[in-house]
């Protein structure tokens, strides 16, 4: 990680590289302001961690940027799509994973895969594909994914966003639950995305891995964006 | 770049989604189906008379279906809600009324293959012999009233899928609004069986209101899946 730079609004929102561009953005739950004026701009193909403690923000900002949140106030174009006008647009073009993996226990990893693939109309190139670059193995393809394991369960989930070519991923906590080897692997695959030109966007309290793996860190506080560090 | 499909392919989609899981874990077949099997048995040995058993088989066979509808529709929105699939689908955009009609088409195809092991216990169990032009009228009066039931106990378990306490809300929301399924389709298997001292002709009006409210419940169900679904 290199140099620090300090949180500046970008007013160039309407530029084709940007993936994310939050201004000013509050999401209220409740009484409580989940996210009290964010201003954050993500490249694309670039792959971003987002830190903080619990309560930081950190869920709020994924869902937001999914199109489930709208904001209160302040402007939330993903993809240059206006969230708070109409997400509808945006969300077969958004992958999110939260803590659960949107899987179906009595298919197959192959079955999950594909039926993932066909909400978007994807064809079976493109499942063999994610498949292959999530290294879902021959021998765990067909095999019902409640005997499968919390990191194998992981990388279907992420084989249903490769295979619906989605072009931002969302991933919140996406380490939890995995051993060490597993977290190795997922940092892997979640490289290998962004260097394919997806933008990926991940939560985590695993400080030094987000620290290690990511393009462009970003510290929340309190629901606000604290501090950035870019490559 | 692939497109989405179109709400008649969703809708084909998700149903065969729903029905593969289900002939998988054959929750209906080794749960659902003994259930109501049972409550048929034990309802012949407390009413220990023919002739009364002969004029209560139709309200027991639709009753007992209706209590197996709370059973199924349950069911088949734990099994989006287990690993956050309901809200994945949310993200990914996949037509809502899409969604509804898979869902409600799953479950009327687990219902009728129900009703239809429940009508032949009951001729069997209670000594009915239906007939000729009354089989026409059965089996008219069975689809109309397990469509209608699908798509009444699809809307309210989607809605209650989100909310604390949903297993004892189901009921409580779907009994009273089925009310008149319940009867229309008593009333219609009364005269196809000849029990009610009515003749069959006179079960064809029943069968007209069992339409209306299949039409009207899956309409309704079309224009309201998405709000239902949403939080």
């Not at chain 1, 923000?57 to 869902?63: I, M, N, S």
């Not at chain 2, 497109?3 to 989604?17: N, Q």
Request: net charge neutral.
């Amino acid at each position: 990680m290199s140099a620090d730079r300090p949180t500046t609004p970008d007013r160039d929102h309407g530029s084709t590289d940007a993936a994310v561009v939050l201004e000013a953005a509050v999401v209220v739950m409740g009484a409580f302001p989940a996210l009290a004026g964010v201003d954050l701009r993500v490249r694309r193909g670039t792959l971003v961690g987002l830190r903080g403690p619990n309560g930081a923000g950190k869920t709020t900002v994924l869902r937001l940027c999914a199109g489930l949140l709208r904001p209160d106030r302040g402007t939330a174009r993903v993809l240059n799509v206006d969230v708070a006008d109409d997400p509808a647009p945006l969300r077969w073009r958004v992958g999110y994973l939260g803590h659960s993996n949107g899987l179906y226990d009595d298919l197959t990893a192959l079955e999950n895969v594909t039926f993932w693939a066909s909400t978007v109309g994807a064809d079976r190139g493109d499942v063999d594909a994610a498949m292959a670059a999530m290294e879902i193995s021959d021998r765990l393809r067909d095999v019902r994914v409640r005997h499968l394991s919390a990191g194998q369960r992981r990388r279907v989930a992420l084989a249903g966003l490769v295979a619906r070519r989605c072009e931002l991923w969302l991933l919140d906590e996406p380490h939890t639950g995995l051993d060490v080897d597993a977290r190795d692997q997922l940092d892997r695959l979640l490289r290998a995305g962004a260097d394919a030109g997806a933008t990926v966007m991940l939560s985590s309290h695993d400080l030094d891995r987000v620290d290690a793996m990511v393009d462009h860190g970003v510290d929340l506080v309190a629901g606000r964006v604290s501090r950035e560090v870019r490559r | 770049m692939s497109t989405p499909p179109g709400v008649v392919a969703t809708a084909r989609m998700i149903a065969a989604r729903d029905l593969r899981i289900e002939w998988r874990a054959r929750v209906v077949m080794n749960q659902v189906i003994p259930f109501a099997a049972v409550t048929m048995v034990l309802f012949a040995f407390a009413v220990d008379d023919t002739g009364a058993l002969g004029r209560l088989a139709p309200g027991l066979v639709w009753l007992t279906v209706m209590f197996s509808l709370l059973l199924c529709a349950q069911r088949a929105f734990a099994i989006e809600s287990a690993d956050g699939a309901l809200e994945a689908l949310r993200v990914a955009g996949v037509d809502p009324v899409g969604i509804f009609l898979g869902k409600a088409a799953a479950l009327a195809v687990q219902l009728l293959a129900l009703a239809v092991v429940m009508v032949l216990a009951a001729l069997i169990l209670y000594d009915l012999d239906p007939p000729a032009g009354g089989v026409v009228l059965l089996v008219t009066s069975a689809i109309c009233a397990t469509c209608a039931l699908a798509a009444t106990g699809t809307i309210y378990a989607g809605l209650a899928a989100g909310v604390s306490g949903r297993e004892t809300l189901l009921p409580l929301l779907v009994v009273p609004v089925v009310s008149p399924v319940l009867i229309g389709a008593t009333r219609a298997v009364e005269a196809a069986l000849g029990t009610g001292g009515t003749a069959v002709a006179d079960g064809w009006p029943w069968v007209g209101l069992l339409a209306v409210v299949a039409v009207a419940s899956a309409v309704v169900g079309a224009l309201t899946f998405g709000s239902a679904i949403r939080d």
